[in-house]
């Protein structure tokens, strides 16, 4: 293990979540909030520290093979959890720092669960807003990642900077675009930015003040979900919630197919089995929502202009797991009615493509799951029939096949001891529909959930949250990173 690499690298993270933190400290400062030094302190304190570990910590190698990648990611991102929760705790916007902790990894992790209420996030809108903005930034940041922003942007990367790729994006694979890693990272980066910024234009003339653009647009392209009014989405008009219905979809594809395009080779795109996997869910599940809806009382659709706005909002909300909602502030998700709630708790596990934005499972890792499941069928059937398992025009190896079985499996168990955790919470009216949808809802990065913790997570108490806040960060890093780094063996010298 070298960890002279290992701590220099997070140092480095450290001085670049420093400069970050200069954003929301000019947006406060603008503002004219007095959350700005708050903001300015822990800018100073991360900057400190980075530079101690840059210059104290000198590696003399470079090299960085898969250990060091994954656990280079996973302590760089409890490192921006821990110091990011810092502005909300010196400023006294969420002073227990449990809470902040949670609402930090819920930012870092783009999972938008949230402690705050609605009348608390309505309160802070009017009174601090940079610290709104640093909350959402949080998704942005989080969305592509800490690392691969750090590569991007920093010069003379090792070689090997694609084992901290692989570790950070989310997906069974992460491919080179082009051969070098950096490269790699700034076409991801570039693409991550355009896109941003097209949302943002198009919120401000469909009406939306420029602030919640920004904001709005953050939580979009990193798939997050906070945001900066207590009913979420709903107070802004339909243009505003088609637009970001439809940035939602665009965040939850593979950004790779997107570097395909650009490059006109549109028939390689566009033979994505994912892609069309992920647009068929989508279509799949706004058709019988819409239909559910149509049947049901609910008194928030006139028309079905409405409806079917509502439906796709709502699943595109779900599958990329960004957790935004179009539900007006008088009722939440648990009024809609049996089978929308059905589908879209389904939805949750999937999430978005390999190499997007979103979380969940996959559709590609829920694709190779129901290849391997066929295939076995196959087998018992047919014993001496090859059956060999194809997927995007490649045939899979047992080794794959075995990977993605194996991480199921880990996802699970991790999924099921979320849930027994929860169950022993005795907060105001939690219950085993609360505890089994919050536990799904933070493992795959989404946000919300159903019954009381509809409403955010502040009836759990501060363990709970810990084991939440954590629970997310293994579902954005995608379990290997944060277990390998907890693993004693990992730091035993051989």
Request: charged content about 10%; some cysteine.
């Given at each position: ?77 409890i490192y921006v959890s821990a110091i990011g929760a810092l502005p909300f705790v010196i400023s006294g916007m969420i002073p227990n ?238 009024a809609f009615p049996l089978l929308s709630k059905g589908l879209l708790f389904l939805l949750m596990f999937i999430g978005g493509c ?9 559709v590609s890792r829920v694709a190779i799951l129901c290849l391997a499941v066929r295939k076995e069928l196959r087998r018992v059937l ?113």
């Open positions: 293990m070298n960890y002279r690499v290992i701590f220099n690298t997070i140092g480095k993270v450290a001085i670049v979540l420093a400069i970050l933190l200069a954003v929301p400290t000019v947006v406060a400062a603008s503002l004219a909030e007095s959350a700005w030094w708050a903001i300015l302190t822990t800018a100073g304190i991360s900057l400190v520290i980075g530079l101690t570990l840059t210059f104290a910590v000198r590696p003399r190698s470079k090299a960085i093979f898969s250990k060091e990648g994954l656990v280079i990611v996973a302590l760089s991102w720092y449990i809470d902040a902790f949670f609402e930090t990894c819920s930012g870092f992790s783009t999972t938008g669960a949230t402690i705050l209420s609605g009348a608390r996030i309505d309160e802070l809108y009017a009174t601090d807003k940079g610290l709104l903005f640093w909350r959402s930034f949080t998704h942005w940041i989080g969305g592509m990642g800490v690392i691969v922003f750090l590569m991007a942007f920093e010069g003379g990367s090792s070689n090997r900077g694609m084992h901290i790729l692989r570790a950070e994006m989310p997906g069974p694979t992460v491919d080179k675009i082009v051969p070098r890693a950096r490269s790699t990272a700034q076409i991801l980066y570039l693409l991550y930015i355009g896109f941003t910024v097209a949302q943002i234009v198009a919120l401000i003339i469909a009406g939306m003040p420029v602030f919640d653009s920004f904001v709005i647009s953050f939580g979009t392209a990193g798939t997050g979900g906070f945001g900066v009014r207590g009913d979420s989405i709903a107070s802004y008009g339909a243009a505003c919630q088609w637009i970001i219905a439809v940035f939602m979809i665009l965040f939850g594809i593979n950004f790779n197919l997107y570097y395909l395009w650009i490059l006109r080779k549109f028939k390689q795109a566009f033979k994505s089995q994912e892609l069309w996997m992920f647009l068929g869910i989508i279509i799949v599940a706004s058709t019988a929502v819409s239909i559910d809806l149509a049947l049901s009382s609910l008194s928030f659709h006139d028309s079905a202009h409405d409806v079917v706005r509502h439906a796709v909002f709502q699943v595109a909300s779900f599958i990329s797991t960004t957790g935004y909602s179009s539900i007006p502030s008088n009722m939440d998700i648990n390999a190499g997007s934005t979103g979380g969940g499972l996959k047919h014993p001496r029939n090859a059956n060999a398992v194809k997927f995007e025009g490649k045939t899979l190896s047992d080794e794959t096949l075995n990977g993605v079985a194996r991480y199921f499996g880990l996802y699970m168990l991790i999924l099921a001891a979320t849930f027994v955790v929860l169950c022993f919470d005795s907060g105001e009216g939690l219950t085993v529909e609360s505890n089994i949808t919050a536990a799904v809802s933070c493992v795959n990065n989404i946000g919300p959930a159903y019954g009381v913790a509809a409403s955010g997570y502040y009836m759990y108490h501060w363990f709970s949250k810990l084991i939440l806040s954590f629970a997310m960060l293994i579902g954005r890093l995608e379990i290997y990173p944060i277990l390998l780094t907890l693993s004693p063996s990992t730091w035993i010298r051989r």
